[in-house]
């Protein structure tokens, strides 16, 4: 979890989906258990 922690925020920024998928993606993360979530900089 600590690596994609670190890796996926930045990886999001560049994968090939349009912004309201992306936001949903990270809706997602916030609401996971905290041993689980993946926090963003929005």
């Not at 922690?5 to 905290?34: A, G, N, T, Y």
Request: aromatic share 8%; charged share 35%; no cysteine.
């Amino acid at each position: 979890m600590d690596k994609a922690r670190s890796v996926w925020p930045v990886l999001l920024l560049d994968l090939p989906m349009i912004s309201v998928h992306k936001e949903k993606l990270r809706e997602h993360w916030k609401k996971l258990h905290p041993d689980f979530q993946i926090l963003t900089d929005d």
